[in-house]
């Protein structure tokens, strides 16, 4: 049996990870929802391959965001946030390139920040014990050990 705190504490983690999970599972669907304007600034800033860009990093976000709000493979899916933002955030939110535009620098460095923060809240998450509770990984792992003992019948029936 839990006590309060051990509650609480499970609790607060599965509103963390709706939250953090949910946040970026939103976010690979606005990618796919909004692909082709997406891809459109994507292109306007010279990259390549827009269209691919958009949807292979929208895909790596809406996967490790539903990883870490189901609780499933929740590692897996902050490797997949951690590549994203990774790659992304120096990328689009390149301030350091704004010294002209005020406006555009102060987003560009806002949205870094906010960025590397996220960062940093996926790295921590690996280290959390596994399996989390409430989770799609809880459940498989309770139902593992719950695998009914061969009943006498079966042992005496295999004998013959």
Do not use: C
């Amino acid at each position: 049996m839990d006590t309060a705190k051990e509650t609480t504490m499970k609790v607060l983690l599965l509103l963390g990870r709706l939250l953090f999970g949910g946040f970026f599972l939103g976010s690979g669907l606005n990618h796919f929802v909004h692909h082709t304007a997406l891809a459109e600034m994507v292109a306007a800033a010279g990259y390549p391959l827009p269209e691919l860009a958009v949807i292979g990093s929208g895909v790596l976000i809406f996967l490790g965001g539903a990883s870490i709000l189901l609780g499933a493979w929740p590692r897996v899916g902050a490797w997949l946030i951690v590549i994203f933002l990774v790659f992304v955030t120096p990328l689009v939110n390149n301030f350091w390139a704004d010294v002209n535009n005020p406006q555009q620098f102060a987003d560009d460095l806002n949205n870094f920040t906010k960025n590397v923060g996220l960062l940093g809240g996926v790295l921590m998450s690996l280290f959390i014990q596994q399996p989390w509770p409430y989770s799609v990984d809880e459940m498989v792992s309770r139902s593992r050990q719950t695998i009914p003992v061969e009943s006498e019948y079966i042992r005496i029936f295999r004998q013959r």
